[in-house]
């Protein structure tokens, strides 16, 4: 039995949460497929999946901010990502798919939230997808199988303290 799963929400723990997921898996010896929208090959969980053989992790985004002004680069990366995507899950290579920040794509336009509905449909037997980021969309909440909201109660960045590496990237 396979499922489609949403972490959203402005809080902390949504990439983290999916990770565990793979962390989980890979302990396992199930294949894994980690695309990410809008990250950078800098970030620490970038470097971490070098060192598991199950996982295949690709990047579609640059160290560009998600609060950006969308260009084509954005949209060309946007569509290689869901091309990558529709490849792995309609596959039976992975048993578990995590597109990483794919909310945040369709939130911004650059991929229209159909694709992303037909994207799950296509999804094998076999495989889990995990799809992340903030603002989902309302049709990917209905469609999803377990939706979880990551909701920010108190954060050390409301007192001017900045990203921390290994920590927050």
């Not at 090959?41 to 070098?50: D, F, H, I, N, Q």
């Not at 995590?98 to 159909?114: H, K, Q, S, T, Y």
């Not at 889990?128 to 954060?155: C, S, W, Y």
């Amino acid at each position: 039995m396979n499922f489609f799963q949403i972490y959203t929400g402005s809080g902390k723990g949504k990439t983290t949460a999916a990770f565990g997921l793979a962390l989980r898996a890979a302990g396992r010896g199930q294949r894994v497929f980690i695309g990410q929208f809008f990250k950078h090959e800098y970030s620490g969980e970038a470097l971490s999946l070098k060192l598991l053989p199950t996982v295949t992790h690709e990047l579609f985004g640059s160290p560009r901010s998600v609060y950006d002004p969308v260009i084509d680069r954005d949209k060309a990366a946007a569509r290689t990502g869901m091309e990558r995507a529709r490849t792995a899950v309609a596959s039976s290579s992975f048993n578990l798919v995590i597109l990483d920040e794919l909310n945040v794509a369709v939130a911004r336009g650059l991929v229209p939230v159909e694709d992303v509905l037909e994207l799950a449909a296509l999804r094998s037997m076999t495989c889990e997808l995990v799809i992340t980021g903030r603002d989902a969309h309302p049709r990917l909440i209905e469609a999803a199988d377990l939706v979880t909201e990551m909701k920010p109660l108190k954060h050390y960045i409301d007192k001017g303290i900045a990203a921390r590496e290994g920590i927050e990237y």
